[in-house]
């Protein structure tokens, strides 16, 4: 019975040790087993370059309504939001002023015929030799002063008629409207007209997009408003600067907005075709991102190694990235696999083995 036992114990020690080796061998090969991914190999070639920028759109004009002098408004005839005309009456002021400076007018015209009536009765006189020409020449400067009284006292009546009866110096939108009837005017403007049509969009592009950039060249600009729909316009101003902090210049652009759907403060996608270049182009799935940040990186495997490459992304381009560097034409780039590499670490190819 005793040997019974002792066959029985060692039996099982070694069955435990056959187990115990087993496993030790299978943790080893796991973990001497490579990372399994899957290649793709990259080339350049001609992508179209196009810019694309944001930005708000603006009047192509604005003009502030204001009174030349501080004046109650006794009536304000159109409101935010309406569309006038060039010549239009918009605010009518108190004339209260009016009848003054016409009194003034007619008091000068009296003081003018006067001194004319009184002119003439000395050059008379100085003809007939019953004058002097001092006394005629002094009658020349009063009937010159008189003169110029009658036109600043018309003038000044002018200027008060026009600041009673405000008109629109162009066609356009009321953009903004800062006072209602019986306020006194103040700093403000009392309206603010715009014309939108046309209308301007400005964007900043690189000083790097500079060479492409030319006058009247066509730009695309699509509003959310729109969906995507198309508006076509064309630069119009090129800033002859270049922003020093930035890096960047000014870009104008017109957009005829005939029938003005196009309205100020709208945002808009502007789109410039900026020429071709020749560029790496990688599968989306190359691209990972680094989490935490902005950078995106692609894994390029060479010589049964990946090494971890940091690219800079230009245009999406269906299932693909255009890439503007990081990665070589003809290079090898990992597709499937990425989570569970890093930098320098030897790889397996699917389909190639160990």
Known sequence: MKTRNIFLF????LLLSACSGGKEEATKDASDEK???????????????????????E????????????????????????????GQQLVIMDDVNTSTYELQVDNAKASLANVQ???NRALELFK???????SVEQMELQLSNARNALASAERTLRNVRENTVLVSPISGVVTARNYDPGDMTGTLPILTVARVQPVKIVINVSESDFP????????????????????????????PTVDAQTRTFGLEITLPNSDSRILPGMFGRVSLDLGHAERVVVPDKAVVKQPGSGDHYVYVYKDGKVN?????LGRRLGDAYEL???VEPGAEVVVTGQTRLANGMEVSLAGKGK
């Open 59 to 86: 009047p192509e004009l604005i003009n502030n309504i204001s009174a030349a002098s501080p004046n109650r408004i006794s009536r304000i005839l159109v409101d935010e939001g309406m569309r006038v005309s060039k």
């Open 35 to 57: 990372p399994l991914v899957k290649v793709e190999k990259v080339d350049a070639r001609d992508v179209a370059q196009v810019g694309e920028y944001t930005a708000t759109v």
């Open 324 to 326: 503007i560097d990081g």
């Open 212 to 239: 492409s950039i030319r006058m009247g060249m066509p730009a695309s600009v699509t509003f959310d408003t729109y969906g995507d729909e198309k508006f076509e316009g064309h630069v119009t101003l090129i800033s």
């Open 117 to 119: 009536a009184n002119y």
């Open 10 to 13: 060692a039996a099982v020690m």
């Open 128 to 134: 007939i030799g019953g004058g002097t020409r001092q």
């Open 308 to 312: 971890y490459n940091r690219v800079t």
